[in-house]
């Protein structure tokens, strides 16, 4: 082989050097925009802060329902988010809210609204029944407890932010 057929002509050189360093600067200016553009959606969805829900003279030993709204935020995405939950003193007098939310298929629970079991919370779906803190039956479809609201007095209001799975709110 020749010496010749390794070399690099001038014009290869320049090629590969002026295709080097653009892509090095294109790549510098692209990377901000698509960091950018793909920030909102590398971001976990953001946590609500605690809305007012209820005036705590309002809050009684029976649980009663409170629905309210909670803005969201999901990556470009906003919204408004309808809530309700079930809210009570319990025998020690501290204020629980209680998730709606069946913990078998998510169907929406009721106070007391089973003739046959009354002061539970009955889901209408597949009959699952829940102590009044929230406990599901034994032999009931619901395998967990309903999920509990992360919540605050303050000023005399009730304010209520997730619900979480009992013991993590
Ligand atoms: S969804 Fe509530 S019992 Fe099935």
């Known amino acids: 082989m ?3 057929k390794h070399r690099v002509s001038r014009r290869q050189f320049l090629n590969y050097t002026l295709t080097g360093v653009g892509g090095f ?12 553009a ?4 590398l971001r976990p969805a953001e946590e609500t802060d605690l ?3 209820a005036n705590v003279e309002d809050i009684t030993n029976e649980p009663k329902r409170f629905d309210f709204t909670i803005h969201q935020v999901d990556a470009w995405y906003e919204s408004e988010e309808p809530k309700s939950a079930w809210v009570f003193k319990n025998e020690a007098g501290e204020i629980v809210a209680l998730s709606p939310v069946c913990k078998h298929l998510g169907c929406t629970v009721n106070w007391n609204s089973d003739p046959a079991n009354p002061n539970m919370f009955f889901c209408p779906c597949h009959y699952g029944l829940y ?6 039956v ?4 619901p395998l967990a407890p309903l999920d509990v609201y992360v919540s605050e007095v303050k000023d005399g209001k009730l304010y209520l932010g997730k619900a979480k799975p009992r013991g993590e709110a």
Not at 25 to 36: E, K, Q, S, Y
Request: hydrophobic letters at 45%; proline letters at 12%.
């Open 38 to 41: 793909l920030d909102p959606v």
């Open 51 to 53: 809305v007012a829900v």
């Open 2 to 4: 020749s010496e010749k």
């Open 131 to 136: 102590e009044k803190d929230g406990t599901n």
């Open 25 to 36: 600067m294109a790549a510098g200016m692209l990377m901000p925009m698509v960091r950018f």
């Open 138 to 141: 034994p032999g009931t479809p």
